[in-house]
């Protein structure tokens, strides 16, 4: 007999907390692929465009966004097989490809359990299904899937899971899965898993001023909690004043632009799908977006600086020999913090930081061998520390 597995991570400080790796420790690859599952950041234009934007010519210009902020894929969200059409997704697929951008398609995981309108439906439910869809998006050069409303945790619910990234594997397809469980283990057992919501996540944004009102603290207790677990696909980095497409309207953003770019390092996911929009690129400076160009989604080691739940979190990834290092301030008033960064000692770095208002200001300098650093961080601000 089998039985299900608990773990529980206990520390004497908050360190080996947000460190932990006991959730992919403890399983075993359950699929081999000699197939490699590309990672990477994704423009997304439902986030902040709605299912208004799931059409053509709108899809055409977050291809173009992802093109010029050199993202790996764009993100097409449902309704695309009414609005968009297989014949017109070929010509996106294709058109995306001479951008060098992959095209991600959105899924509704259906079945009885699933009374969402959102389509399209009935493709990902039954292994018949979803072989004669999967072998089309082989076909056309489609990268991956995000998959979407299911039902609970059932054994049913979780078997189709694994049947899913399973069948995903063989067709070359990484998977994303949304309104779904909290992930254990699965970037170890399937090569092809990549994130997963299982948050509160960015949609609430959009749909709530009053979480938009909290997010600063809510952003730095996800790092201590969920993120700890596993990847989190939240869907951050917004940099409109209000998130709708004409910006007249809608939840009116409380963070300050280095708080949004410090989520890129703070919050972990393999797939990495940005809140931007096409008129930050005029609006915003440069700086901004030569930093999302080149931030990475998966990392070689982490480390957790300082932080408390609700308050303020720093953290510190490497990739290669490029440290990142980033802090978000969770309170509503400013904040100094004087932090040990050893990994940086005698490096020149680039820093992004709070300037006037919500606006980001810019900088260079070496760090001393001393690695001691004093951070000032506005209300609801931010600093990114990147090795250059």
Known sequence: ?????????????????????????????????????????ATWSWIVWQDGSCNYNDQVTYIDLAAALKCEFVLID?????????????????????????????????????????????????HDARVKEMEWL???GVKGLKIDFFGGDKQATMKLYQDILTDAATYGLNVNFHGTTLPRGWERMYPNYVTSEAVLASENLYFQQAFSDRYPSTATIYPFTRNAVASM???????????????????????????????????????????????????????LFD????????????????????????????????????AINGENSNKVIEVTLPMLAGKMVNIIQDGQGIDAAYNTKKITQNTKYTMTLSANGGTVIYTQ
């Open 1 to 41: 007999m089998q039985t299900s597995w608990k773990t529980i991570a206990l520390g004497n400080t908050l360190k080996p907390i947000v460190e932990s790796t006991a959730a992919t420790d403890v399983v075993k690859p359950l699929v081999t692929s000699a197939k490699i599952f590309p990672t990477g950041r």
């Open 233 to 287: 696909d939240f869907g951050p980095v917004f940099l409109n004043s209000r998130l709708s497409r004409t910006q007249t309207k809608g939840s009116i953003r409380r963070t300050t632009d280095a708080f949004e770019m410090a989520t890129a390092v703070v919050f972990f996911s393999a797939v990495q799908h940005w809140g931007l929009t096409p008129d930050n690129l005029k609006d915003k400076p440069a700086f």
């Open 291 to 326: 930093y999302i160009k080149t931030v990475p989604t998966t990392w070689d080691e982490t480390r957790f600086i300082d932080g408390y739940p609700g308050k303020y979190c720093v953290i510190a990834r490497r990739k290669g020999t490029r440290w990142y290092v980033a």
């Open 138 to 140: 082989q076909q056309i």
């Open 78 to 126: 449902a309704f695309w097989d009414a609005n968009i059409g297989k014949e017109k997704m070929v010509d996106l697929v294709n058109y995306a490809k001479s951008k060098n951008v992959g095209i991600l398609l959105w899924y509704n995981s259906n079945g009885n359990w699933n009374g969402t309108q959102q389509t399209p439906k009935d493709k990902m439910d039954t």
